[in-house]
């Protein structure tokens, strides 16, 4: 592998300059004399004493997260620099703004094959992180089994995003005789609450929820945490506090789950939707899941890829992403009592019996935490790494090269292809999953890729990291090589995926140079307020396609 120089970031606040590469860059864009929330970094357990030094610099401290490592405070920027040079601070980063981002469904992912089987996910409890659960019949409280608000005073659903997305992962379908029923009935599911009423949230309430998912894993048996949010990446997974945080999810053995995010018509800089995966999607150890749409079909045939559903490599990173895609265009599940703001927004979208029809990646990652929730309950032995690698390379691979859709909203038409950075591995096939008998060995880490200038590709780059196991799980014989978890679109025995004009054309090499150089396709984020996370909804209507 080649060597990276890695220089400190320079940067200023108030004109003074930053040469430290313990502070986000971003943080010196604020006013010194502004007090500005901040997530910093330990490098060991956090105490007293420590918080102690941010009090001394005129800091307030607003929470603790001490499995992630991390104490959220409210710091003046002028003091940052200082505060950044104590021994045990790793990193400081800003509190950023996140987003929130099945009948047919169902049959779509193969999973009536579980329910023929007796597999309900009995016994797993998922950690839904999102806008919380609102009251329905199909999640009454002895499915609900824990509640919490972070920032707010309870775990009720005001947004009208967390209710669909419990349903889909373990809805009882009792309200609609078992039609709207989710993927895994039969699972516990914990309800932390990290949205408000119009989708948003913040970095340090996610990070308390994912922290009190780690703390109550043993109690409710906890192995996976469904984030159907996210927000634009602004630096590297190895330093973004959201990112870190899922790591120490995945480090406690819990399967994470991430919506890629709906980002995927942004073609701000010519780069055809392309490096639009949000944080935490962007973390090679998630199981990040794209939309596809079923075009209202059981049949797995006619299903496409959405043109709203974002695509990788990941900015900055350059991480290989999606992994997986699932159905997440116009899925019918749960609505709570009264009234919620997508319900009031989007009137034409409600179902008779309590039901909401929504689109988005959003829904798609909760089709894959039910089908994890399956996959551990027949083998409840596997580790993260184990249940990612299995899915993606049982995933269906087939679909046309191209497709066109529309918005039905604003007639624009989209096209889109089925490459690597669309689809990932495939789609979810539970079915095959649940029959896969070979347990994969190693990291299942997500690999980067980059662009060979000499040959004009882009290809695959398998990296271990000792902190996540030395043996890759790609190379293992046993999942027979990268070209069979990708399928065609990586090139047998030499990693290639595709070269520099096989998406962009050579009239669109801007698109190209902005996804493979140092910019994102978002630009420059500035920090107002408390900065937000988003619920990843897609438009309301969905789109049709043809």
């Known amino acids: 592998m080649r060597s990276v120089l890695l220089l400190p970031v320079a940067f200023s606040i108030g004109g003074i300059l930053f040469a430290q590469p313990k502070v986000a860059k971003e943080l010196g864009r604020v006013h010194p004399d502004a007090s500005v929330n901040v997530l910093v970094r330990y490098r060991r357990a956090i105490d007293d004493a420590q918080i102690d030094k941010v009090k001394r610099r005129g800091g307030t401290e607003l929470g603790r997260f001490v499995h992630a490592g991390y104490a959220v405070a409210s710091v003046p920027a002028g003091k940052l620099l200082d505060l950044s040079t104590e021994p045990d601070i790793d990193y400081i980063a800003p509190?950023?703004?996140?987003?929130?981002?099945?009948?047919?469904?169902?049959?779509?992912?193969?999973?009536?094959?579980?329910?023929?089987?007796?597999?309900?996910?009995?016994?797993?409890?998922?950690?839904v992180i999102d806008s919380g659960i609102g009251e329905h019949p199909d999640l009454t409280k002895s499915r609900v089994v824990y509640s919490e608000g972070f920032g707010f005073k309870d775990g009720n659903d005001q947004y009208g995003h967390g209710t669909p997305v419990a349903g889909i992962i373990g809805g009882s379908g009792a309200a609609s005789?078992?039609?709207?029923?989710?993927?895994?009935?039969?699972?516990?599911?914990?309800?932390?609450?990290?949205?408000?009423?119009?989708?948003?949230?913040?970095?340090?309430?996610?990070?308390?929820?994912?922290?009190?998912?780690i703390e109550l894993r043993a109690r409710y048996n906890i192995r996976i945490i469904n984030l159907s949010l996210g927000r634009p990446p602004v630096e590297s997974y190895k330093q973004d506090p959201l990112c870190q945080s899922v790591e120490a999810a995945w480090r406690a053995g819990i399967v994470v789950v991430v919506a890629a995010g709906n980002e995927g018509r942004n073609d701000a800089t010519g780069n055809k939707g392309y490096g639009t995966i949000l944080?935490?999607?962007?973390?090679?150890?998630?199981?990040?899941?794209?939309?596809?749409?079923?075009?209202?079909t059981p049949f797995r045939d006619d299903d496409v890829i959405t043109s709203y559903s974002s695509k990788g490599p990941t900015?900055?990173?350059?991480?290989?992403?999606?992994?997986?895609?699932?159905?997440?265009?116009?899925?019918?599940?749960?609505?709570?009592?009264?009234?919620?703001?997508?319900e009031v927004n989007y009137p034409a979208n409600v179902v008779p019996g309590g039901y909401f029809r929504i689109s988005g990646t959003s829904v798609a990652a909760p089709m894959v935490s039910g089908a994890v929730a399956l996959l551990l309950q027949r083998s409840p032995r596997l580790s993260p790494d184990q249940v990612k690698a299995i899915l993606m390379r049982s995933a269906w691979k087939s679909f046309p090269p191209e497709v066109t859709a529309v918005d039905p909203a604003t007639n624009v038409e989209y096209s889109s292809r089925h490459d690597a950075f669309t689809v990932g591995a495939g789609s979810l096939d539970i079915n095959a999953a649940l029959n896969t008998t070979a347990v994969p060995v190693g990291t299942a880490a997500s690999p980067t890729v980059y662009y060979d200038t000499v040959q004009d590709l882009v290809k695959l780059r398998f990296t271990s990291n000792p902190l996540w196991g030395t043996t890759v799980v790609w190379s293992s014989t046993s999942l027979g090589g990268t070209n069979v978890v990708w399928g065609g679109n990586v090139v047998a025995g030499t990693n290639a995926l595709w070269g520099s004009n096989a998406v962009w054309g050579v009239s669109s090499m801007r698109g190209f140079q902005v996804i493979w150089g140092t910019n994102t396709v978002w630009g420059t984020t500035t920090i107002t307020g408390t900065n937000t996370v988003w619920g990843n909804f897609a438009p309301g209507s969905g789109e049709r396609g043809y």
Do not use: C, F
Request: net charge positive.
């Open 95 to 127: 509190d950023r703004p996140v987003k929130a981002n099945l009948d047919v469904s169902r049959a779509a992912t193969m999973a009536e094959y579980a329910i023929a089987t007796g597999l309900t996910g009995q016994g797993i409890g998922v950690a």
């Open 177 to 213: 005789g078992g039609r709207y029923r989710g993927i895994a009935s039969g699972v516990r599911l914990i309800n932390l609450r990290v949205l408000g009423a119009e989708g948003e949230g913040t970095d340090s309430a996610v990070i308390a929820a994912i922290d009190r998912a």
């Open 279 to 296: 944080a935490p999607a962007n973390h090679p150890l998630v199981i990040t899941v794209g939309a596809l749409k079923t075009m209202n």
């Open 315 to 342: 900015a900055i990173d350059h991480i290989l992403k999606p992994d997986i895609i699932a159905p997440g265009n116009l899925i019918v599940s749960t609505q709570g009592k009264g009234a919620q703001t997508l």
